[in-house]
């Protein structure tokens, strides 16, 4: 079943205002994603982390892998309009049986109020 | 390039109607998944592929079938469709382990 936990489940913020929100799991996993739904789309790959401790940004997006290997985080700084959507957590595990597949978190819906 | 392309986008169904979604991806990728969405869960993988001719089951597996004849191609199968199954499904590929998915538009399914 489901194994990744993520907070919080939604938030309604102030344009401008910076957002956080983090994803737990009971399994180390060996890659963090983060993905972005726009309402009617598939997610869309926002940022991929490969090492325990990792720092990645992508523009106003800033995420990091967690050093225990079972946590990850993902901070949206000055929020804008169209961040809005619901935001995903995945992780991977390596190894010859993982096939790729992608465990996901419950995802956070975003709103932001202009 | 279009990518993962899902069809059809919309379908309703009568319970123990039966349909098949269709995923094609023009990326020569390896691994094929279809996953289904639903409010509060997430995406929950329902079966996977990592190679023409090969198939195998995911987390929730039970009621659907699929197939990969060609590697562009993976289809998703409902035999006998039931309410349960009202959701919105995913297909999505990858060249390899370690990198992320590109992911289709969305099947949105009803069954009533």
């Known amino acids: 079943g489901q194994q990744l936990n993520q907070s919080p489940q939604s938030m309604f913020i102030q344009e401008g205002e910076d957002v956080s929100m983090n994803c737990t799991s009971s399994s180390i996993f060996n890659t963090w994603l983060w993905y972005k739904q726009d309402p009617g789309e598939g997610p869309v790959l926002l940022i991929a982390?490969?090492?325990?401790?990792e720092l990645t940004s992508n523009g106003r997006l800033t995420a990091q892998f967690g050093i225990t290997r079972k946590d990850s985080f993902l901070n949206i700084s000055a929020s804008i309009p169209s961040d809005v959507g619901i935001y995903f957590c995945a992780g991977q595990r390596a190894g010859g049986t993982s096939y790729g597949k992608l465990t996901f978190g419950q995802g956070t819906i975003l709103t932001v109020h202009p | 390039n279009a990518g993962v392309t899902q069809t059809p986008k919309f379908r309703v169904l009568k319970t123990g109607q039966s349909m098949t979604l269709l995923c094609a991806q023009d990326?020569?990728?390896?691994?094929m998944y279809w996953y289904r969405q639903d409010p509060g869960m997430g995406l929950r993988l329902i079966h996977y592929s990592v190679g023409e001719g090969t198939t195998a089951k995911g987390e929730v597996p039970d009621g659907y079938n699929v197939s990969r004849l060609k590697k562009q191609n993976f289809l998703l199968g409902l035999e006998s469709a039931a309410p349960s199954q009202t959701s919105v499904y995913f297909c999505?590929?990858?060249?390899?382990?370690?990198?992320?998915?590109?992911f289709g538009s969305g099947t949105r399914l009803t069954v009533v």
């Open positions: 982390l490969y090492k325990a401790g």
């Open positions: 990326m020569n990728h390896e691994y």
């Open positions: 999505a590929s990858s060249i390899m382990t370690g990198y992320g998915y590109t």
